[in-house]
């Protein structure tokens, strides 16, 4: 029996509130991008856990009152606003738009932006964006692992 390893009934979680996540989606520079897993992946690893959950079941959907006052971060607002992206003061967004999947495809917000409004903003920043079917909406950012953000270099003051 001593051959047999130790593992733990229980994985340790670390959990991401919804304002934290905004948060680390504002720290992203202008023609980089980041995943839902990198985030949490960095997170986990801030907290010595094995996983990372994000409060509230997912980023979805985004209510001003559940976020922070305007006076707390720079950079805030909402995604409601991102059909007025170009037409308003763009400093004042957080740039959901820089989050793509794991394979580097855009992510569609339902009511909220489309993948062409992710695709218009990704564009602005410089990014190629492929359409790899023209009879699909779906759309890849060309070389987006070399354009993916090292989470680590972030500087988190909780």
Not at 45 to 73: H, L, Q, S
Not at 111 to 128: C, I, M, N, S, W
Not at 131 to 148: E, F, I, M, S, T
């Amino acid at each position: 029996m001593a051959d047999h390893e130790y593992i733990p009934a229980t994985k340790k979680t670390a959990y991401l509130d919804k304002q934290m996540f905004a948060t680390i989606i504002c720290m992203i520079p202008a023609g980089k991008l980041t995943t839902l897993d990198a985030i949490c992946e960095m997170w986990a690893r801030r907290k010595g856990a094995d996983y990372c959950e994000i409060e509230g079941g997912g980023i979805m959907p985004f209510d001003k009152r559940m976020f922070w006052t305007p006076a707390d971060v720079q950079r805030v607002d909402f995604i409601t606003e991102l059909k007025d992206y170009g037409k308003a003061d763009t400093g004042s967004l957080i740039p959901y738009w820089r989050l793509i999947s794991l394979r580097g495809m855009l992510i569609d917000y339902g009511r909220y932006f489309d993948k062409e409004a992710q695709k218009t903003l990704l564009e602005r920043e410089g990014h190629v964006i492929e359409q790899p079917d023209p009879n699909k909406r779906l759309y890849r950012v060309q070389n987006y692992k070399a354009a993916l953000f090292d989470l680590n270099k972030l500087i988190i003051k909780e």
